[in-house]
Structures are given as C-alpha cells and as structure tokens.
C-alpha cells in the first residue's frame, strides 16, 4: 500500500432539507403519468387548438420532470482554501468588451487590478478605441485589439489566450467588477487535476432594475435569475453538469485548448464551451457564493434582447450544431439530459403562449379542448395546477413567487418565441448589452404584451358577459377564471413597468467615478456572501 496522500478530488455535499422533497418528485410522476395517459385519450381533434393544447401540456409536463428530477438535491461544494497544494497558480484575467462605454469598463478593469493573486488583465477589443486603450495604459492593464468581430465574444475571447501563458484565466464580462477574493474562494478546487472551470453566480449591483422585485417585506428580494443560480446549477454539481455562464468564472487554460478553446458556431459560447468540456470527460464545479457584480438590464427592450439571444443560441445548439446534446459524443446520459433541459426550456415561450391564449380562444369559439365534460376536465385541471405549484414553490427553495415569477414568464415568452425565426439564418454580429439604457425606450416588445393582455382581458369579458346572460356552463366558468389568472399575471407586469419607466434611470453607481463605484460594491458585498451548507436549509 502506497504511502502516498491520496490524489484530491472535489467533494460535494448535500444541505440538510427535509426528507419529503426527494419524495415529491416520485409523487408528481405516480399522479402525471395516469393524468397525461387520460389527457391524451380525451383530446378533441375535431377542433384545431385541441392537438395544440396537449402538445403544450406534454411539454411542460416533460419540462417540469426535468425541474424536479434534476433539483431534488442539491449539491454545495466542500471549501477548498487555495494554497493547500503549495502550488503557485498563475492567473490572467480577460475582459472582452464591444461597444460599452468606459464608464461602465473602468470599474471592471479596476476591480480586476485589485483581485489578490491575478498576475495581469487583458482588456479585449473587436476594434480600436482610443478612448478603451487610454483607460487600460492609465490603469495598468494589457489591451489588445482584433480587428475582426468574427465570432463575437468567443472571437475575442480565443484572441486573449493568443497573449496570455497563464494557467488558468479569469474571465468577467466588461461591466462586472470581482471581489478581491475571487480566486481565493475557487483556486482550490482546481488542485483536483480534473476541473476544468469553476463557475460564480451571475450577480448584479443594480438592484433598482425592472428585473429585481419587492418580495416577501424586502425590496429586491426577488430576481428573476434566483432560482438558476440557488435551485438548478447547485443541482448540476451532483451530475457534474454545471455550465459556464460567461462571466465569474475560473477556467483551466489545459481545458480550453483541450477543446480548441472558447467554442464558435453559436452565440451562447458560454453553455457550448462547457458542454465541449464535459463531452471531453473534464470536471466543473458551481460555487453559490456571489464573488463579481455586474449591471442588470436597466430596460425591457435590452432585456429582451438579452434573452433573445440566449434563447437563439441554446436552440441554435440544439438543432443545427454538431455539438448537440441530441448527438455529441462524451456526455454521460445525466449530463445529455441537463443540456436537453437547458436549451429546450428556451421552447418554453412557445408553451406558455399557448396557455396564455387558450383561456380567450375557448371563450371566443365556445369549443372544448377536450371531449369530455368540461366539469370533469376543470376538476382534474385544478388538482393538477394545486400540485404543480406547491411543488415548484418547494422545489425552487424561496426563489419562486406565484406573481413575479409567472409575470416575468410572459416577457420572456416573446423572447423565447421570436428567437424562432433566427435558427433559419446564421448569426454574424456580435450585439453587446446596453448596460446604459434608460429605463423607457420604445420597443415592440411592450405592444406586443399589451396586444396579449387586451386579448386575454376579452377574453374574460366575453366570459362574464355570457354568464350574465344565462350560461352557466363549466366551459365558460372555467375558461374565464383561467383567463383572469392570466390577465393578473399580465397586467402585474404591465403594471409595474409602467411605474419602473417613469423613474429617472440610475446606471450602476450613478454619477460615482470608476474608483468610487468599486469601493462601493466592495463595501456592500466584500466579505458577506459566502453560502455554506448549513444557510441552503
């Protein structure tokens, strides 16, 4: 027996929860499968929104078995201090950047400066700025200029290795600023040979944007990416399926050049470099503790834009990509079906538009989606909903709330449904998020809402006034309250967007220089965001 420590690999652990989630999932699919089995068998295929409808309930229902089978634990990695190796660890950081201003670049470069343990910082440019080299030469930091915006940020990205020798890269997107203790709190992890990046959560400083809710007596209590970043990707650490988001992260430099570097072919580099990792054998590790903050999308047409472009290229992935989950070679079947679930949940705006729709349309025609009575179908509804959202609200851990997060759904369905038109073309630009937006700016997205919301407000009008008049029918009762929940859920957000637009827009830190808004951040966040086991309870 060798005398030799045991190599070291990084070690998960599960936070104590109480024994009955686990066993909700097993109660969803004992109930689910006799519910979609009687669902299909009573389809009415004489009307053309009765096929529509069950397809959209197989695929939530199929989206949902995901959630729960995937979140029912959740896995924290066991601290691994950096130095326990004795190893020096050479780190650069990257900072791709297109068209943001350096009001919004400096503080990042500066943060990076500041990071105990980085070596340099590479400022990355498609083009020459004059006004971006100036920043970085006063800085302190390297800044190096392609000339070429092929390949949009993974382009650039593959363009900083090409300077840097570094063991491990540091990468941040250009408006988001890492604590100084960055890499103290992930360098470690990297002592198991097998890790090839470890993974922050996305965290954001602007806290007053559309996108942060009053919840629960505490304002910005509630965000719209909180239950990816405290339910799902603690759960893809059981499966080593945890993916690079893009920013916050620690790579490997051995990984990346294992897979060619950062990958090309989609404009989603991020989940695609991670799945090339993975198909390769190679380990990732997601760590909850908010370690860099960033600027949040100040208006709902850059949010829109945002999330189009997500949902353009997971689905990109997907269906036109050779490195599609459906194909490639490497994953093990958990990790093939977490990358299903991730860019198939970008289908998901397609589902909820159906939904949305089918209250109104049901009213409008006085025709069933089903062929039985409706009383009977509402009762099984019903009792499907009750469950379906008590365990998503469990599943989420905290993260979920029955008006925010169903309100948000509805923008990003437009989102989600417009990316369609794009897998029929290549993408060719690179499009950076305007973190300087102002709150109001005249978009599509917001007619297009409120043509939805006054579709579904006829809807239940319609409804009340066919009750009024004498029928009193399970169609009609049924289909207008579904149709009032939906315009709640609508007109929740429609609502508080009009109020947000109204507010005198605040970017970042306000009129603060680039050295102030860092120790600002510094000051509120440093030190203060460490997520042990016991807090995931």
Known sequence: M?????????????????????AGY??????????????????????????????????????????????????????????VSGRDRVVDCLIPTHTEPVSVIEPTVIAALRVRGIRKVLVLGNHERPDVRAMAVRLGAACHVRNSNAHGKAGNLNNGLAFTDAEFVLTMDADHMALPEILERTLGYFDDPAVAFVQTPQSFHNT??????????????????????????????????????????????????????FATGTVTEDIHTSLRMHARGWRSVFVPEPLAFGLEAQSLKEFYAQRRRWALGALTLLLRNPDSPLRTRGLTLRQRLSYLDSTLSHLGGVQRLIHFLLPAITIFTMTSPVVVPFAIYSLAFVGYFVISFTLVAVYSR?????????????????????ALPGLLRTARRQGAARKDAPHRERTLVKAVLWLLGLTSLAGVGDGLFRFAAGNHSWLVIMATVWGAVNCVWMWWLLGYLEIYERRPASIGAGDLSAQDTYELVVDRFGGKNAITIGEMT
């Open 2 to 22: 060798s005398g030799e420590p045991a190599a070291y690999q990084v070690r998960f652990e599960r936070p104590r929860e109480p024994r009955l989630i686990p």
């Open 26 to 83: 097993y109660l969803y699919l004992a109930l689910l499968l006799p519910f979609m089995a009687w669902r299909c068998s009573v389809v009415n295929w004489h009307a053309w929104f009765g096929p529509v409808s069950l397809a959209a309930d197989l695929f939530a229902a199929v989206m949902f078995i995901f959630f729960l089978g995937f979140t029912r634990y959740l896995y924290l990695p066991v601290h691994r201090p950096a130095g």
């Open 398 to 418: 905290g993260t979920y709330h029955f008006l925010h997060s169903d309100a948000y759904s509805l923008a990003n369905l437009v989102a989600q449904v417009s």
């Open 208 to 261: 007053s944007t559309l996108l942060f809710r009053r919840a629960y007596g505490e304002d910005a209590r509630w965000s719209e990416s909180n239950v990816f970043y405290r339910a799902i990707l603690p759960a893809k650490n059981g499966i080593n399926a945890s993916i690079y988001v893009g920013t916050s992260a620690v790579l490997r430099r051995a990984a990346l050049d294992d897979v060619g570097g």
